[in-house]
């Protein structure tokens, strides 16, 4: 009961209910434990049961709690101990049940072992160990083989020697992780000659004093000798040595460096501990002599050293004459690095040397446990010269437990070898190479993203809208976010619209000619301006005329700002502008978002997933970044390259470092690491930490350097001359002709008079001022400061307001542009001009005109100007920026920190990461650079973006802060619009006729989603044709690709072969000539192993088997029971025989008879044969039955034949005989699995029959393997894309998917492709194991029937995918108007065919049944109503034997087939006939065109034009691109007409 509980939890093993395992382990030891205490073992069988149930509940370490340890290392030494009493009085012949039950006792103690580290249960496990191997030696002979026991974590090995056969005695398990001992020869004084010695050893692979510590590393061995008592013979204070080698289990990289004498001879060592041996073994590539000088912090020389030595040794063997050990005393006991000088010795004259020399250094300490004191000591051991990165040498002059530690030093790089290192560069180019082309793909880069920057550049701008009212003085700022989706971006142009609670804006054109708006995750800015503040914004209306090449527009959101208050409005719109997406609309009203909405998670986790990936992500902003920002691309790459370069050269400095093997591996699931991973892992990063730090801070944050305007005279100019042409332009009168010469400054004093001038005179006609028709027939700019604001009002709002307001607003800001000029040469002073008078003559000029308005204008307008006036947009808007330079950043200077950061750690991380790869060697290098790219990549592309993620998720769930500036705002240009000479005045006014400034009626976006709702079925269906053809030749690929055309003249040959002297009529005598013949001569030909064609490998022996009847399975006639007294009915499932006889078919008798199990009297079931039911001509029979296999040879199977033949094995109630063997062809890569059939209808009469199926278990490794693989890939990239289409149509449609014949067509198609998956899947597990079993039985019938049935399957689900998938090219072909009309006639003639076809079905069968009645017992084409109704149907197709009829009867015969053929044919299948006939008429009258014709013709139009071929096309047919006509200044008016557009 133990062992079944405990073989379900380990079979269930994992993370579920662990605790709930935990807990029922640890009560099943308990339960053991008190049944042990009241019933103790006392036999080995009772022993072995309980130490077996021990070892199954134990078997999952992770499951044994503390305590659960603790009770089983008692049981443990109970079972021991009682197993040790036992053996005492057994007999020597029983020592075989000692050894079984004492081996589940050490599996138990290795899963014990390697699930705890505490004393008192490693103590337990130790008596026991040492208890089993006292019952093992109970009876031990002397001499004899020794007694292995090895179960995992534990090697036990006992033996019992002579005193003259321990000398020089090699103990050891054969067994590569197991420790080994060679004694020497033992003083005299240790063993007397008369008495025997007992050799105990054991090895751990785990220490079993962890509990300790002291850095056990290796494998842990103990050897004891004792004596027959049991007591222990003391070895120790030897003269000769005991070697002990111990293996390293887990082997890291080998520390090796490769030394060029030609060029460089020395080597940094770096010793970590006081205590190690450190051992350099040499492996010179010539046979030279050099000496080896070690140096501590320092390079040695002939005079100054800390140990020295010439290599090779002498009178040392070969393996150890290159090979220098250095103890802790050889070097002082110093730690940290040594310097290693390699000096060939060579001829007096020679000065070059052209040879090399591998060191490897390992450092390793040898340790024996002292039971004393209970700690690990080195007292008595020393490390020897054979120790290798594998294995530790041990030379100890005492026997106990042992244990190594192994210390590789990390990985050094000698900078004063720079020169000599890269002389090695031919040999080892491979991370010189690397790096190299890591610098030059950073220049191509840099090209790239500076010219990307440069870009970027012209795209960082507020566009101020060129349709703003020049008088609307209130800011907006529009920042519109275009989304990151395929086609995202818009051709279109767009117009908005501000609704608020004081009232709503007019439309405006979101257009800068000067850059492209609204591209694929686009962030535009536009400054719009109104007349008055509209309030609290409540709404924002978008619409666009759906123009250009891609018109549709995906609009993830847009922030307004008030910077007249600094108050922002969020609009989340996240919604498609287009015709044929979506809600299919080209105008959208957004609501403001609330808090609740800026803070719902999904909002917060895509903002912040975005601005990571755009801005944070180092790697991925290269490609993305945010225009905005001012972390540059350039900058981006140039840190990203540093961050390349330091990273790799964190990982090659602990590339190699081997991980402890003793140490405790943390389990996760299927994830295992060690504490010496994480530390290597946080240390990395530790180091990574700051440089990234350091790197990204001074370019990521620094703020850009501010560029100070200068004020120069020449700038007043500008600007009085701005306001010149402003009122001049306004009154419609043009300046006077004002010539400046070249190197001559313009009179400053003339320009003040000429705007007195136009004050007066606008003083004197003040009604004209600014009139109706001088608006409409040209737009005016007036220049605030220096922004041009242009008034371009298409709703008229300047008509509604009077005169007197227009010339207050106009003297308004006349008044405030002659305050700017007065604080211009207030800034100015005297000192700035020629002549201080012509200064103070303007100040008087700019105060007298601000005094004059002061006067005329109202003072409420005045005191608001001067005390409240709002700043100018620039002014706003750098302020605000100012005021967030404050408040974080560094100053942009650091700009030039970080790039001096970046060159330097780039220079000295290029620089030691090759002198690494130098060092290192070439494979090792390429091993190295391997790891680092698969490294790299992974934490691009997967750790990273996870990373990102899980902020983004930390962000919206927890702290849920609305970030309001994404990548910052850029800076408000002086120059906006009039970046040139001020003389260059842009004059434009709005247009009220364009159409853009109108959202597109209903009527319109109707028109142009029909025509795009037909371009998209004409894409659609040219897709869906390309996917078709596509997956149509995949499909033939996989299909063709499955069947092997060899296949058929293989089973062609077979069955020829086998069917020689058969008959439609054989006896059993007849069936056994057969046999001895054609099936013996064909099964083993000339060559050994193939049958007679000399090609076919025969799997395995051939078998036969037979299927009987019981015997009186029918009923006698009463009359006929004196003459026949037995009978057997036909073959059937009910009375087929399925007992056990003897020889002859004699009854078995009693209960004691034994019955061979690979007897040919015994039934086997088709189970136990790994058999199929199998169809022969007669019946379906079973694959069970009584089996013989034929021997190997040709001698053995005739002798099996003879027997079967003297011993009736046929008889008359044999109904089948089979033989079925497996042949493998090489030259054709087939199997070909036989099947050969003799049965009988009980008539006595034997037919032959051969089933053959041929199956390819082995891929052949060319060409076309790898095409048809690659085609079986595509193929379910199909079936994946089809299950996506089709999972969309059902969410569409939902139940009423299901109602569509293609529908289901497709979803049968579907699934009968992953039903061949796993077919094929199947077959692939089912032949390996098949063949596995022959390798392993190859003197055994060897079946492959599930195998070739699996294969069967797949074929007909193959077949049958092609007949589905060409039946869908019925679907295409209904595009075909022909194809169409006859799929409407069949529907249209379904009643009238139905009825026809329920007429036909009732006389085809009457026909057939009677033809069965009348002729089946006589003629073999009616023998059965199967073939019966064939025959009827061949006679409709004109395809009969009219002879075998009218022979029979003539009379019956004539007039069976005339009725057939004159009511069957003549009348009621020309009246099938007809009735389509006439609804093929009808359907050509009333036939309506389908759409699917018009998208044709469309499709046939667009690949006309695609191939510049002309096409016709019918009236009224055509596809408009369906945009809303656009017109621009200047321009003819475009109208839309139902039809077309055209021009008036």
Excluded at 553 to 567: H, I, P, R, S
Excluded at 1028 to 1051: C, E, H, I, S
Aim: charge should be negative; aromatic fraction near 10%.
């Amino acid at each position: 009961m133990f062992t079944s509980v405990s073989d379900m939890l380990n079979s269930k093993a994992g993370q579920d209910e662990e605790g709930a395992r935990l807990k029922l382990r640890e009560q099943m030891l308990n339960k053991l434990t008190t049944v042990l205490l009241d019933i103790p073992s006392n036999t080995t069988q009772e022993v072995q049961v309980t130490a077996t149930a021990v070892a199954g509940i134990t078997q999952i370490s992770d499951e044994l709690s503390p305590a659960a340890q603790e009770e089983a290392a008692t049981l443990l030494v109970n079972l021991s101990s009682s197993l040790n009493t036992i053996s005492v009085n057994q007999l020597s012949k029983d020592r075989e049940e000692v050894m079984q039950a004492a081996t589940p006792i050490v599996e138990a103690a290795s899963n014990i072992l390697n699930a705890s580290s505490n004393k008192k249960v490693s103590d337990s496990l130790l008596t026991g160990i040492k208890n089993i191997q006292s019952a093992l030696l109970h009876h031990k002979k002397l001499n004899g083989l020794p007694d292995i026991i090895d179960s995992g974590q534990i090697s036990v090995y006992v033996n019992r020697i002579s005193p003259e056969d321990i000398q020089m005695q090699h103990i050891n398990i054969q067994k590569n992780s197991s420790s080994r001992f060679s004694l020497p020869s033992l003083p005299a004084g240790i063993i007397f000659p008369e008495e025997t010695v007992d050799v105990r050893m054991m090895s751990f692979e785990k220490n079993p004093y962890a509990w300790k510590g002291g850095n056990i590393t290796g494998t842990v061995g103990s050897l004891s000798l004792t004596r027959a008592d049991g007591s222990v013979i003391p070895v120790e204070n030897l003269a000769k040595e005991i070697e002990i080698l111990l293996p390293r289990l887990d082997v890291g990289q080998e520390n090796s460096t490769v030394l060029d004498l030609a060029n460089f001879s020395t080597l940094i060592i770096d010793v970590p501990s006081p205590d190690v041996t450190l051992v350099l073994k040499m492996e010179p590539s010539e046979d030279i002599s050099f000496m080896l000088f070690l140096g501590y912090k320092d390079y040695p020389n002939d005079e100054s050293y800390v140990a020295k030595t010439k290599i090779p040794f002498e009178n040392v063997n070969e393996e150890t004459k290159f090979t220098w050990v250095l103890s802790p005393r050889d070097r002082t006991g110093a730690v940290g690095a040594h310097y290693l000088v390699v000096k060939p010795i060579v001829e007096p004259g020679v000065r070059f040397i052209n040879a090399t020399v591998t060191v490897i250094s390992i450092a390793a300490q040898c340790k024996y446990w002292n039971e004393t004191v209970s700690s690990w000591s080195e007292e008595g051991c020393r490390v020897g010269p054979l120790t290798t990165p594998l294995v530790t040498q041990c030379l100890c002059n005492h026997l106990t437990f042992f244990g190594s530690s192994f210390f590789v030093m990390p990985n050094l790089v000698d900078v004063s070898r720079t020169a000599e290192l890269f002389s090695t560069f031919t040999n080892n180019p491979v991370v010189v190479c690397f790096v190299g082309a890591i610098f030059a793909a950073y220049l191509l880069v840099v090209v790239w993203a500076r010219r990307k920057d440069i870009q970027d550049a012209a795209k960082v701008k507020i566009t101020v809208l060129v349709d703003n009212d020049p008088l609307a003085e209130y800011r907006y700022m529009l920042t519109i976010s275009t989304g990151h989706r395929h086609g995202a971006a818009t051709s279109s142009q767009v117009t908005v619209t501000l609704l608020g609670t004081e009232g709503e804006s007019e439309p405006h054109h979101l257009t800068d000619p000067k850059k492209p708006v609204f591209e694929r995750g686009g962030v535009d800015m536009f400054l719009l301006t109104t007349h008055f503040s509209l309030g609290d914004l409540q709404s924002i209306r978008l619409w666009h005329d759906n123009s250009g090449e891609h018109p549709a527009w995906y609009v993830n959101k847009v922030v307004v700002q008030d910077l007249e208050t600094g108050q922002k409005w969020h609009f989340l719109c996240n919604s498609w502008l287009a015709v044929d997406v979506a809600e299919c609309t080209l105008d959208k009203v957004f609501p403001v978002a609330t808090e609740m909405d800026l803070k719902r998670f999904s909002n917060l986790f895509f903002m912040k997933t975005a601005k990571d990936f755009q801005d944070g992500h180092i790697w991925f902003s290269v490609i993305n970044r945010p225009p905005c920002s001012t972390f540059t691309r350039v900058q981006r790459v140039s840190c990203c390259f540093s961050l390349l370069l330091c990273t790799m050269l964190t990982s090659i400095m602990f590339w190699g470092i081997p991980t402890d093997p003793s140490e405790q591996t943390m389990d996760l699931g299927h994830i295992e690491f060690t504490w010496q991973q994480v530390m290597i892992g946080i240390q990395s990063s530790i180091i990574m930490f700051p440089i990234n730090l350091l790197i990204v801070s001074p370019s990521q944050t620094s703020s850009p350097q501010k560029e100070m305007k200068d004020i120069t005279p020449d700038t007043v100019i500008k600007d009085i001359k701005r306001i010149a042409q402003s009122l001049a332009k306004a009154m419609k009168s043009p300046l006077p002709h004002l010539e400046f010469h070249p190197g001559h400054q313009a009179d400053i004093n003339t320009l003040l008079s000429l705007v007195e001038d136009i004050i007066r005179l606008q003083n004197g006609a003040a009604g004209d001022f600014y009139t109706d028709s001088s608006k409409r027939d040209r737009a005016m700019i007036l220049s605030l400061g220096a922004v041009n604001l242009q008034e371009n009002s298409m709703w008229g709002s300047l008509e509604k307001t009077s005169d007197e307001v227009q010339k207050n607003s106009y003297g308004i800001y006349l008044y405030r542009q002659l305050r700017h000029v007065e604080k211009e040469l207030g800034l100015l002073g005297p000192s700035s001009f020629p002549n201080s008078d012509c200064y103070m003559k303007a100040m008087q000029q700019v105060q007298g005109m601000r005094s004059y308005l002061e006067f005329h204008l109202p003072s409420s307008s005045l005191d608001g100007d001067l005390y409240n006036r709002s700043p100018s947009p620039e002014e706003s808007i750098n302020g605000s920026a100012n005021k967030k330079r404050c408040q974080g950043g560094l100053p942009w200077w650091f700009v030039f920190v970080g790039w001096i950061l970046v060159i330097a750690t780039s220079a000295v991380s290029g620089y030691f990461t090759m002198m690494y790869g130098l060092t290192y060697g070439k494979e090792r290098s390429i091993s190295w650079l391997i790891s680092m790219v698969v490294s790299f990549f992974e934490s691009l592309f997967i750790t990273q973006p996870l990373k990102v993620l899980g902020f983004a998720t930390f962000f919206a769930l927890v702290l849920k802060k609305v970030d309001e500036e994404e990548f910052g705002e850029p800076q408000i240009d002086d120059n906006f619009t009039h970046q040139d000479d001020s003389d260059v005045v842009q004059v434009a006014r709005r247009n009220s006729t364009c159409s853009f400034y109108r959202p597109p009626p209903p009527t319109d976006i109707e028109r142009m989603r029909g025509n795009r709702m037909k371009a998209q079925k004409v894409f659609a269906l040219i897709r869906e044709i390309l996917v078709y053809v596509g997956f149509m030749w995949m499909l033939l690929l996989v299909a063709y690709g499955q069947r092997d055309p060899n296949a058929f003249y293989l089973t062609q040959h077979i069955q020829q072969s086998f069917s020689k002297g058969t008959s439609d009529t054989m006896s059993i005598q007849d069936v056994f000539n057969w046999a001895n013949t054609t099936l013996l001569s064909s099964l083993f030909g000339e060559h050994p192993g193939f049958i007679t064609d000399g090609n076919s490998k025969l799997v395995g022996n051939a078998r036969l088997r037979q299927v009987r009847v019981q015997k009186n399975s029918c009923q006698v006639a009463r009359s006929m029971q004196h003459s026949v007294p037995d009978c057997h009915t036909l073959y059937s499932w009910e009375m087929e025989d399925i007992g056990s006889y003897g020889p002859r078919w004699s009854q078995s008798v009693g209960e004691n008879t034994s019955v061979n199990l690979q007897s040919p009297w015994k039934y086997k079931s088709q189970s136990k044969l790994r058999a199929y039911p199998i169809w022969g001509g007669v019946r379906l029979y079973r694959g069970g039955g009584f089996v013989m296999d034929l021997g190997p040879d040709l001698q053995n199977s005739t002798r099996i034949l003879q027997y079967l033949y003297d011993t009736t094995w046929f008889d008359a109630f044999t109904q089948a005989i089979f033989v079925d063997f497996t042949v493998y062809n090489v030259n054709v890569n087939l199997f070909c699995i036989v099947t050969l059939m003799l049965e009988t209808t009980a008539i006595g009469a034997f037919q032959f029959r051969s089933e053959l199926q041929s199956v390819r278990l082995y891929q052949s490794t060319g060409g076309f393997h790898i095409f048809v693989m690659a085609s079986e890939v595509i193929y379910f990239l199909f079936i994946i894309y089809y299950m996506f289409v089709q999972i969309k149509l059902i969410k569409r449609q939902k139940w009423a998917y299901f109602k569509s014949k293609w529908n289901l067509l497709e979803l049968a198609i579907i699934i009968l492709s992953w039903s061949a998956l796993s077919v094929f899947i199947k077959r692939t597990l089912l032949g390996k194991r098949d063949i596995s079993y022959y390798q392993n039985n190859k003197d055994q019938y060897a079946s492959f029937h599930e195998t070739a049935q699996a294969d069967a399957v797949l074929g007909y689900l193959i077949a049958f995918l092609v007949l589905l998938a060409t039946v869908k090219l019925w679907h295409l072909l209904r595009l075909n108007p022909k194809l169409h009309m006859i799929t409407a006639t069949l529907q249209r003639a379904w009643t009238d065919i139905s009825g026809f076809l329920v007429v036909m079905t009732i006389m085809f069968l009457a026909y057939s049944i009677s033809s069965n009645l009348m002729y089946g017992w006589k003629l073999y084409s009616y023998r059965t109503l199967l073939d019966a109704a064939q025959t009827i149907v061949s006679l409709q197709l004109g395809i009969f034997n009219y002879e075998e009829v009218l022979n029979y009867n003539p009379v019956l015969g004539s007039f069976f087939i005339g009725s057939c053929i004159v009511f069957m044919t003549f009348v009621v299948l020309n009246l099938f006939i007809s009735v389509i006939l006439v609804a093929f008429s009808q359907e050509q009258i009333h036939h309506k065109p389908s759409e699917e014709e018009e998208t044709v013709d469309l499709m046939l139009m667009k690949l006309c034009s695609l191939f510049g071929l002309k096409c016709k096309k019918q009236e009224g047919d055509g596809l408009t691109q369906g945009k809303v006509p656009s017109s621009a200044p200047n321009s003819k008016l475009a109208t839309v007409s139902s039809g077309n557009l055209s021009e008036e």
